[in-house]
Nanobody, 125 residues
Framework: QVQLVESGGGLVQAGGSLRLSCAAS????????MGWFRQAPGKEREFVAG????????YYHDSVKGRFTISRDNAKNTVYLQLNSLKPEDKVVYYC??????????????????WGQGTQVTVSS
C-alpha cells in the first residue's frame, strides 16, 4: 500500500501562487500514476491534473490549463502541483491520489487506489 501526505496549502491573495506537495511512502512510487483533485463544500471531487509514472505524460482540466503545473520527483517520492494566478473559485481542498502500477494518466477518480488527507487552499479576493 501507499500512504500519501499533502502539504503546502494555505491562505493566498487572488492572483497569488502556492506549491502543493504530496509525499508518498510504503511502496515504489515511480511505478504509479499520480493525480491531483479538488473538492469544494457540497460539490463532487473533480480532477485537476494527472501525471504518468515517468512524468512524460501530463493532463490538465481545462479550467487550470496555463495556471497550474503538475510535476514529480521520483527520487524524492513526491508529486507537486504549482498553482499560479489563483482565483477565488480555486478556494477548495486539494487531494493527491495514486493509481498503482500504471503507465496511464487517469481522470476518473474511481480508478485511483490511494488518497491523501487533503490540504486546504484559501484564496482571498
Amino acid at each position: 500500500q501507499v500512504q500519501l501526505v499533502e502539504s503546502g496549502g494555505g491562505l493566498v491573495q487572488a492572483g497569488g501562487s502556492l506549491r502543493l506537495s504530496c509525499a508518498a511512502s510504503g511502496r515504489t512510487f515511480s511505478s504509479d500514476g499520480m493525480g491531483w483533485f479538488r473538492q469544494a463544500p457540497g460539490k463532487e471531487r473533480e480532477f485537476v491534473a494527472g501525471i504518468s509514472y515517468s512524468g512524460a505524460n501530463i493532463y490538465y482540466h481545462d479550467s487550470v490549463k496555463g495556471r497550474f503545473t503538475i510535476s514529480r520527483d521520483n527520487a524524492k517520492n513526491t508529486v507537486y502541483l504549482q498553482l499560479n494566478s489563483l482565483k477565488p473559485e480555486d478556494k477548495v481542498v486539494y487531494y493527491c491520489a495514486a493509481k498503482l502500477e500504471t503507465r496511464l494518466v487517469l481522470v476518473d477518480l474511481r480508478f485511483y487506489d490511494a488518497w491523501g488527507q487533503g490540504t486546504q487552499v484559501t484564496v482571498s479576493s
